[in-house]
């Protein structure tokens, strides 16, 4: 018992003087300590010095940022959560603290002196201090410093801190995963903890919300929809529709923007435009109409007349059909002699 009292005593001496031989590895195992309740260490000036001080054999990443409602940040407010899930995801992917990384945040409400002393007149701002000991030092102990603007859209504010008087810059914030890309190109040889963002329960829960509302509304007017969904009028009528849109010009009109009418001059108007690059917005409509006849008489002639069993009326019909056919097609070739005056053919009553 008395040998185990004196090796305890004895590792004890060992392991205090090892530490204050080390401070730079005590003052981790203290901050790391520290950041395993939060997503990031919570600094003041004292303590940011302390972790930020040199040597240190470990690297810092540190966020200033301006969240209180006051400053009205709102690009420090908006990254913030951003922040922290790159400071939750690497504390939890990296047990072991084999990248010998930490994360810190400072407030300017907590840290005014420090902003003062590094010159920073802007908010947020995240440093990344290497280490000057050990196999990962550098020569420059300088921090490395984040660029909030590189590649992101001008939507939202970065505040300016100058004289206490805020004004606006418009940034969104980055993501998570564009910090932490910054942060492993400039920690080389060393585990890199992937990035992993809580669970969203709300959209979870509502997706899933959605989701069996769409199921019972379908359930319960499926009854009375399919019947419509699957008719095959409905279809034929909707790609008649389709096709007389898009062979009449419609899309053109759309494209080019071309006028629904001009002026002839004359004190009346153009309804079909000369050439085939151009056409009015009334001339597509009109074609439409034309190809719409073509095709109904098509349709009544090859399905409607057949099926009446009165043979004058069927006659009649055929008859009333067979010339309404010959008037519109008539009038279609009159429209592209119109368009182009060597057109050669021609159909009466439009000679």
Known sequence: MRFLATLASACAVVAGVLAAQNPSAQRFDNFRRIGQSSPTIQLNDASYKQLTAAPRDYSVAVLLTAVAPRFGCQLCSEFQPE?????????????????????????????????????????????????????HAVSSPEPLRFDFSSGLVKTRTLIHLTNHQLTARYFSPPPAEQVHGWLARHLPGRPHPEIKRPINYMRWASGITFLLGICTVAVTAGPYVLPILQSRNLWAAGTMIAILLFTSGHMFNHIRKVPYVVGNGRGGVDLFAPGFQTQFGLETQIIAAMYGILAFGTIALATRVPRMTDPRAQLVAALVWCVVMMVMSSFLLSVFRVKNSGYPFSLPPFM
């Open 83 to 135: 922040w922290d899930i790159v400071g939750r995801s690497w504390t939890k992917g990296d047990k072991n603290a084999e990248s010998r990384l930490l994360f810190g945040t400072l407030d300017f409400a907590e840290g005014r002196d420090t902003f003062v002393s590094l010159g920073l007149q802007t908010a947020p701002v995240l440093l990344l201090f290497p280490p000057t000991l050990g196999p």
